[in-house]
């Protein structure tokens, strides 16, 4: 069993310092941007951490599925099925990170868990077929959604309230940087379009992801969940200092344990399942983004495939430009609520732009002329209204998330949200194929039908919540 006790205080619990990274000591000034946030130790640290790992991620992405599609020979379909069952254990493996970072040291687990996700990432070059790459995707995802959650926990635990959507939304900004810049590199092999270039790089994403790790080491203890004390007991003839101290000691652990017997299962809190729940429906717009919007402009409009790579490109932008200033203040629960509102009003529009940049890739003359600017033009100004939804509804979400959960199972309640996303992750392009891609405006109309549900009853939970705080 472990304890708080050391050799040097006798069994005796002693009150840990306060750092100057912590909570009760300040955080770093918002208003400073990334610059002001990185005085933070904690975030420091994630930070380097996060700008390592992003760009062997990126250079991942870029590769990966190209990869098995030109050299390895695997089809579609394969491709399909490895995704969705690589999806399928990121669900349980979410809940699982969460959870067990409230019973053990969750720096040491996040060490652990992007250690091993690097040399699975690593290894993928060296499957040949369906089955190697089957169990590398799986093992690759299930360790990158524990570590997430991991990592969610030790937010929610490393800084107070007002600061921990902050974190959340400096951390993206910078994700976004990294993952840009590894796929700029991930550029090098494709203009090669050799086995061997692929290889080389793909090794080389994996090394740079595990080397995250040496920044990971340098996280405090104090991201640890507080870890029970130990009951003592003292002869009779001990002397009444020392008495004292052990009933001090002794009360600490019996608050202890009525907390732990307090805390709240989030599988019970019905509140915490449906904001899970409505914030994996919304999640799916990511996939739409990765998946659909692609697919939509390749098969469905007149305009150049190349405004794939430009609605990436736009997204990336904004979010690095907005992620931080829009994500100000959402630790409010209602300024959470209105911000997720008003992102499934922006997706309902960004819906309605991208089914109207609808036309025919084989129409000639004139009349291609025109539909390719107009499609353009409506498939950039679709890009701008989704990233802003994205950022918007990113930032209520996180707020949500921390703020309604039961602060004495951070990690377990974080791990479920994690769930949410990761289902809904699994469940989109199923949905996405079946809504806008096979049924054109109406399937658009069914989209953005979805997204308006879901933010409105978002909204709707925050508000509750809200109201049921100020009561009390």
Do not use: K
């Not at 799986?138 to 800084?159: C, D, E």
């Not at 602060?407 to 992750?425: D, K, N, W």
């Amino acid at each position: 069993m472990s304890t708080n006790a050391s050799p040097e205080t006798d069994g005796i619990e002693t009150i840990p310092a306060l750092d100057a990274g912590s909570p009760a000591t300040g955080q770093a000034q918002r208003s400073g941007g990334i610059r002001g946030a990185l005085a933070d130790p904690v975030l420091r640290v994630l930070a380097g951490a996060t700008i390592v790992s992003t760009v062997g991620r990126g250079i991942f992405y870029t590769l990966t599925v190209l990869y098995f599609t030109h050299f390895v020979g695997l089809s579609a379909t394969e491709i399909a099925v490895i995704l969705g069952v690589s999806a399928g254990v990121g669900v349980l493996t979410s809940y699982a990170g969460g959870h067990y970072a409230d019973r053990f040291s969750a720096r040491r687990m996040l060490v652990v868990f992007v250690a091993l996700e690097g040399v699975a990432m690593a290894a993928y070059p060296f499957a040949g077929d369906f089955t190697a790459a089957l169990v590398l995707a799986t093992l690759a995802t299930g360790l990158n959604r524990a570590a997430n959650s991991t990592r969610s926990a030790i937010i929610a635990r490393a800084f107070d309230a007002e600061h921990r959507v902050h974190t959340r939304a400096v951390l993206r900004t910078i994700t976004n940087v990294g993952i840009a810049a590894g796929g700029a590199i991930g550029g090098i092999a494709l203009l090669a379009g050799t086995m061997e270039a692929y290889r080389g790089l793909m090794i080389a994403a994996g090394l740079v992801y595990l080397l995250s790790t040496v920044q990971l080491l340098r996280l405090p203890a104090r991201v640890d969940a507080p870890r029970r004390a130990v009951r003592i007991t003292l002869e009779p003839d001990a002397d009444t200092a020392a008495h004292a101290a052990a009933d001090i000691a002794e009360a600490r652990v019996a608050a202890e344990e009525a907390a732990a017997a307090s805390a709240r299962s989030p599988f019970r809190d019905r509140r915490y399942i449906a904001l899970t729940v409505l914030s994996g429906v919304f999640g799916m717009q990511f996939a739409l983004g990765e998946i659909g919007v692609p697919l939509w402009i390749a098969h469905n409009t007149a305009a150049p495939d190349v405004m794939v790579s430009v609605s990436l490109i736009i997204n990336t932008l904004v979010v690095i430009a907005l992620q931080i200033p829009l994500s100000r203040g959402t630790d409010d629960i209602r300024r959470a609520g209105r911000s997720v509102l008003l992102a499934g009003a922006l997706m309902v529009l960004a819906c309605a732009l991208y089914a109207a940049s609808a036309g025919s890739p084989d129409a000639a003359g004139d009349a291609l002329g025109a539909g390719v600017a107009v499609a353009i033009a409506l498939l950039v100004a679709g890009a701008l209204t989704h990233a802003l939804a994205e950022i918007l509804s990113q930032a209520g979400t996180w707020g949500l998330s921390f703020e309604l959960a039961d602060p004495q199972r951070a990690g377990a309640y974080q791990g479920m949200f994690g769930m949410g996303f990761s289902l809904g992750a699994m469940c989109a392009p199923l949905v996405i194929t079946a809504t806008a891609l096979q049924l054109g405006a109406l399937g658009w109309a069914i989209l953005a039908a979805l997204f308006a549900t879901s933010s409105a009853g978002i909204w709707l939970i925050a508000r509750h919540a809200a109201s049921a705080a100020s009561v009390h």
